[in-house]
């Protein structure tokens, strides 16, 4: 599963070079074309050679523009933004998780009118509403990026198991919980759902759906904690009473996926990540995947955006804005998509629909799940994301660990689910002084 929350290092990343950042960054072009760069993520020689066949397209449709893939390994992706950002000389395009792009943002790495003139041109009818919703800058003026691809999580279940017990597929908490207690006889290695309880980003993740379905969020829209209100305390209890039904201890990323592909659970919170391993495991036609549901659904999951880089010249901005709305272009978008076939989801709906997309040999097995998928994207939600903006310092939570800490504790130790909101909220308010 891949990593899913941005370490600090950019949040601290070169201030006192800031002005300089944003130098002129114009090179002089000996053939008198545009030449700019698009980094990314995409090491892996296969996925390089898609990207690649992607500018060989924009080249040619372009060719007053050259653009050089510069691809850069994930542990070293922090860091190379943090120092080329901070010196002025970050690639016209950047590849980036929705929580890099908002750290970017605050550094004022990103040319956010340029992103803005790119979403629009677009068209954000476009867009599934969850990921232009998760990707708005903090004033909710624009956004930290244009969204390419996303994967997102939800309860996934088992239906053929389902059937053998004449349950019907849940839809509410109350629905996932009757299943839970149907099949959980742990004396057998049978759990009723698989669910992470470690004190980890993963649990905060996962959590966090079961709370924002109930309408619970770490902030409001005016930036006032509220972990510790009615909610969030029936979103704990909550989940504490259905982990009761999961493993026991403080299970991570592996034992949750383990134990549904192994069919020792029924359902699992995990991303669109564990498609092939359920495919390799032979019940992929059971497969179905709902949202955790109170008063409303709620999906977690992360959108890949393309940044485009602040203080380059007009040429060079131009080109950017060419390069990433061709990757919106549908046929190009499969392309991109495709790299990753199962874990990666559209975030343009007309994408959903293409035979380019629905027939890849590698996607059949699970393309009957499109429609539930689609709606985890549009229903996407995040904790920190209120009213329309991204607030960066959910950031600094996540990475301090309040609300997994508070999960665990109340989960795994024991404690009390009060007294461990209360010092949640605490813990948060610490962090906005």
Known sequence: MKRKLISALLITAMVTTMAAGCGDKKKESKDGKTHIQFMHMQVEQERQDAVQGIIDKFQKANPDIVVESVPVNEDDYDSKIATQGGNGELAAVVEYSQDQAKTSVANQFTDVDAVKAVVDAKGEDAFYEGALKVTKTEDGASYVGVPVSSWVQGIWINEGMLKEKNLEVPKTWEDVLKV???????????????????????????????????????????????????????????????????????????????????????????????????????????LTLVLPNRKSEAAYGCITVLGIAAGMDEAQTEAAKKFVSFMLEDENNVDWLNMAPGGVQPVIKSVDEMPEYTELEARKAYVHMNEEIANAVANLQLFGAVDGKNFTEMGDVTNTGAISKMVNNAVVQGTDVTAELKAAQTAVEGLMK
């Not at 698989?194 to 930036?223: C, I, R, Y």
């Open 180 to 286: 839970a207690k149907a099949f959980h006889n742990p004396d057998k290695q049978m759990y009723g759902i698989a669910l992470p309880t470690s004190d980890s980003a993963f649990t905060e993740q996962v959590f966090s759906q079961f709370a924002l379905s109930n309408g619970a969020n770490v902030f409001d829209g005016n930036k006032k904690v509220t972990v510790d209100t009615p909610e969030m305390k029936e979103a704990l209890e909550f989940y504490k009473e259905l982990a009761a039904f999961s493993m026991p201890g403080s299970t991570e990323v592996a034992d949750v996926n383990d134990a549904f592909v192994g069919k020792h659970a029924p359902m699992a919170m995990y991303s669109t990540y564990i498609l092939g391993n359920v495919n390799d495991a032979g019940f992929a036609e059971d």
